[in-house]
C-alpha cells in the first residue's frame, strides 16, 4: 500500500542482479481488498480475511476497486519509469478459486474445505462468487497493464488436489473467462498462469484451455513431459525446487543443467516451482542466476 517502498522492493533484484524481469511487490489478497473484505497479516500466523460466502457480501463498484488498488498502480508506474527497454515487468494477481478459497476460510487452509463445501452444495450459487471475483482480478490485470505491465500472471496456488469436475468448473472456467476478458481490453496482453499442484492432465487442460501464454510449473512436474505435451500450446515456466536453491551446490547445478537441456526445444524461462524460502542465502541465487546466463 506503499507506492514508493513497493517500487523498490520490487526493483532491488533487477539493480543488484540484472534480472530480465521485475515482478510487483504485492499480494495477492489485494483482490479481497479491493472487494470490500477486511484483510490482514499477524506475525507467525500469516494472512487473514473476512470469512465471505456469498457475492451478496462483495462491493461490485469498479470504481472503488481502482480506487482500492490504486497504491498497486502507482508503484508499477513508478517502476516502469526506472526500467529499460530489455527488462519486462510482472503485474500479477491471485486465480478466482485460490482468493475464493482464502475468503470462505478466512486464512489459508490445507484443503480448501469451506470453498469446497460452498461449490458442492450451492454450485450456482458458487459459480456467480468466482464470476465476481474474477470481474475483479481481469479488472486489477488489465489496470495494472494500463500502469506499465508487460505482461501479468494468474496465481492459483491452490489448485491441487481438486476432483477432475471440480477442477474443470472452479479453476478452468473462471481462469479462460479472466483471460478473455483481459484480451477484450488488451488484445495483445501477455499471460501467464499458475495451476499449482494440478494433475498431469490438469495442467494439460490448463495450457490447452485457458488461452494463456505460459504455463508455470510446480516442482513435482516431470520437465521433460511438460516440454512434450504442454509445449506446443504455451511456453513453460518455473519447476525448480526452491528447497534446491536454498541448499545450492552441485545437486542445485545438475538440476539447473537438466531443466535446461529438457527445454532446450521450447520457450522456457527459468524460474522456481513456488517462491524463494526466506532464509535462502542470496549468493545461491546469484549462482542461480549465473549457471542460467552462461548455458545461453
Not at 504455451?234 to 531443466?259: C, F, H, K, Y
Request: proline letters at 5%; a negative charge.
Amino acid at each position: 500500500m506503499n507506492p514508493q517502498a513497493a517500487a523498490e522492493v520490487t526493483l532491488q533484484p533487477v539493480k543488484r542482479f540484472g534480472v530480465d524481469a521485475a515482478i510487483l511487490f504485492s499480494d495477492i489478497l489485494l483482490v479481497p481488498h479491493a472487494l470490500g473484505r477486511k484483510v490482514t497479516f499477524e506475525e507467525g500466523i500469516g494472512p487473514r480475511v473476512e470469512r465471505t460466502v456469498s457475492i451478496d457480501e462483495l462491493t461490485r463498484e469498479t470504481d472503488a476497486w481502482r480506487q482500492r488498488l490504486k497504491p498497486a498502480y502507482e508503484a508499477l508506474t513508478v517502476v516502469a519509469g526506472e526500467l529499460d527497454a530489455n527488462t519486462d515487468l510482472i503485474g500479477f494477481a491471485g486465480g478466482p478459486w485460490t482468493l475464493a478459497s482464502y475468503m470462505a476460510e478466512g486464512q489459508g487452509s490445507v484443503d480448501q474445505r469451506e470453498a469446497r463445501l460452498l461449490g458442492y452444495r450451492d454450485p450456482a450459487a458458487f459459480g456467480d462468487f468466482l464470476e465476481a471475483i474474477g470481474d475483479c482480478v481481469a479488472m486489477h490485470l488489465c489496470q495494472q497493464i494500463q500502469a506499465g505491465a508487460t505482461l501479468v500472471q494468474i496465481f492459483d496456488s491452490w489448485a491441487g488436489g481438486l476432483p477432475e469436475r471440480a477442477f474443470l468448473d472452479w479453476v478452468i472456467v473462471p481462469t479462460r473467462r479472466v483471460v478473455e476478458a483481459v484480451r477484450k481490453s488488451s488484445a495483445h496482453a501477455t499471460i501467464i498462469g499458475f495451476p499449482r499442484g494440478a494433475t498431469l492432465e490438469g495442467y494439460r487442460t490448463y495450457a490447452r484451455e485457458t488461452g494463456v501464454d505460459a504455463v508455470s510449473l510446480d516442482t513435482a512436474v516431470p520437465m521433460r513431459w511438460a516440454a512434450r505435451e504442454l509445449g506446443a500450446h504455451a511456453a513453460l515456466q518455473g519447476n525448480l525446487d526452491p528447497v534446491l536453491l536454498l541448499a545450492g551446490g552441485t545437486s542445485m547445478r545438475e538440476e539447473i543443467d537438466r531443466l535446461l537441456s529438457a527445454t532446450a526445444e521450447v520457450p522456457f524461462i527459468a524460474n522456481l516451482g513456488h517462491g524463494v524460502l526466506p532464509e535462502t542465502p542470496v549468493e545461491h541465487v546469484a549462482e542461480f542466476i549465473e549457471r542460467i546466463r552462461s548455458a545461453r
